[in-house]
């Protein structure tokens, strides 16, 4: 069955079968928008403006600061065209580690969007949900996505990383950490997000974690996006991994 739906990120009319609008899978021709993506964008915009605009009609407010960690260059851009808004990375300039922000982003941002990055951040995860919280202005929104599983459990794959290097040997992958206690450990088949050596999946929270590290960082009002906004092409298969909105108290 095909639907039809505007894409909010570039606003062009879309069919698609259903099937396709999957979490990641990109399912705009125009801009290449997933799911995630497009859920970014209307959690953005319900919480700056109280309604969904599609991005290209956001107002232009350069009052507006905001910042992505790592953000998608598709609408990325188009938010630097509308706010003071700049993306940013853990390797390359302009830098920002969202566990260790330095002073001057401190309660300066009305927005920071981080959209399946804290799988990602050094143990322990804590620090980023609390550098999150550090950078937002009173008031503030913290836009997140992350995957995470139904699992009663959270799982932090690699708790004790201190000093390590990811090492290919035999055709397969392992982790050498040295950790603070100075022994070492090996951890043999490390799970990578965007292919065999790239990006170390570190953990997968589960709801409850989520929410009691939103909580335990001094978020309020936290709001997780579970139903579908069809006339955005926004279907969730599943009752996790699910886009969510939390403030930082004014
Ligand atoms: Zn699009």
């Known amino acids: 069955m095909k639907v039809e739906f505007t894409c909010n990120v570039c606003n062009t009319r879309q069919d698609k079968p259903r099937e396709e609008l999957t979490r990641e899978n990109p399912s705009c021709d125009f801009c290449g928008a997933s799911v995630r993506r497009r859920s970014i964008v ?89 550098g999150a919280f550090q950078v937002l202005k009173p008031g503030g929104w913290f836009v997140l996505t992350v995957p995470y599983s139904r699992e009663p459990a959270p799982t932090e794959h690699y708790p004790d990383l201190h000093k390590y290097q990811v090492v290919h040997v035999g055709g397969r992958y392992a982790i050498v950490n040295l950790r603070r206690d100075g022994r070492f450990e090996v951890h043999a088949d490390p799970v990578f997000h965007g292919g065999a050596g790239q990006t170390l999946e570190m953990r ?25 906004v069809p006339s955005w092409g926004i279907y969730h298969e599943q009752d996790w991994s699910l886009p969510l909105v939390a403030r930082r108290p004014l």
């Open 42 to 130: 209307h959690c953005l915009s319900l919480a700056l403006f109280g309604e969904s605009l599609p991005l290209p009609r956001f107002p232009r407010a350069p009052e507006i600061a905001g910042a992505g960690l790592s953000d998608w260059p598709g609408y990325a851009v188009r938010l630097a065209d509308k706010f003071t808004y700049r993306n940013t990375y853990y390797h390359q300039a302009p830098k920002l580690d969202i566990s260790a922000p330095p002073a001057q982003f401190e309660k300066s941002l009305d927005f920071l969007i981080s959209s399946d990055v804290f799988e990602h951040v050094l143990p322990p995860v804590d620090r980023a949900f609390q």
């Open 204 to 228: 997968v929270l589960n709801e409850t974690e989520l929410m009691r590290q939103l909580d335990g960082a001094g978020f309020v009002d936290v709001q997780i996006h579970r139903d579908p």
